[in-house]
């Protein structure tokens, strides 16, 4: 069984050596290598440690996001059948830069791998503000891409399926501000209807991506996903945002990923999870 010393990754030498005091004399002119004061993880240990405990233990915002992310880590890392890869496995992927705001990391991936597999039509389910659309669009100049998303406000009340998200998104209505009257909006068709009962009928077989991202409920996401597996052209691709946030879609994910093949993953340090029937990983 592996010592807690083994277990604790070593942030100076890489040997994860517990601290050794610092024996400098007074007629020591400069420490000899072995003397200068080293920092590892044992040393840190109980600030660490003790600081998260008590974080933990106070009520507040900070507890409970220091718990939400114990959580999110715990179920990426414990997931049946999602295995997770690192964003450095993707083939390529080191090579493409693509241009976006740095507050959502996971479209930044999500653009780069959409214009690594090189695709040219673009289904997304759930438009919000536009975000991905805007930067989908900006950064892969020959794509087209639908999104969809609820006619109005009043829709939620409505819904087919367990909507998610009711406080954060039905407050207001900007769905597709921040591509509205850009150059990429000639290249964007806003479709709107609830998912659950939309006719994704004339699309089927055409999209090289569809981008998951309404509802996170178990029920949406699995006639999302079902709707999404046909729209898929030959190669391909399915991208679910918010795959570590939301139990519903954990679980459905990790229950389709039983039965698919090629498998589905996981980008660590996204919330995406994806199923491609392109080669897409080393
Ligand atoms: C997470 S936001 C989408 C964010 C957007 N994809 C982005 O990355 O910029 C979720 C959106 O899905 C929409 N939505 C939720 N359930 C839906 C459904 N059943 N059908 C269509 N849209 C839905 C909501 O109205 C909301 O605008």
Known sequence: MATADQL?????????????????????????????????????????????????????PEGRLLLKHLWIEAKRHSAPNLRNVRVDEISGLKEITV????????????????????????????????????????????????????????????????????????????????YAGTPEAARI???????????????????????IDASHSYSYAKSDTEAALQLLSPGGTVVWDDYTYYPGLFAYLNELAATLEPPIVHILDTRLAVYSRKRWLR
């Open 189 to 211: 068709t806003q479709l709107f209807g609830d998912s659950g009962t939309f006719d994704f009928s004339p699309y089927k077989g055409k999209m090289d991506l569809v981008y």
């Open 8 to 60: 604790l990754p070593d942030v100076t030498d890489g040997k994860g050596s517990k601290p050794q005091p610092n024996r400098i004399t007074p007629g020591d002119k400069q420490p000899r290598a072995h003397e200068i004061p080293r920092v590892t993880n044992w040393s840190i240990l109980p600030t660490v440690a003790g600081g998260a405990a008590r974080r933990m233990a106070r009520p507040g």
């Open 99 to 178: 241009t976006g705001g740095v507050s959502r990391y996971c479209h930044l991936v999500l653009g780069a791998l959409a214009k690594l597999l090189a695709c040219r039509t673009i289904f997304e389910i759930g438009t919000y503000r536009g975000e991905a659309s805007w930067l989908l669009a900006h950064n892969i100049p020959d794509v087209h891409l639908w999104t969809l998303d609820l006619p109005d406000l009043e829709a939620a009340d409505h819904m087919t399926f367990e909507l998610t998200d009711r406080d954060e998104y039905f407050t207001h209505w900007e769905r597709g501000a921040r």
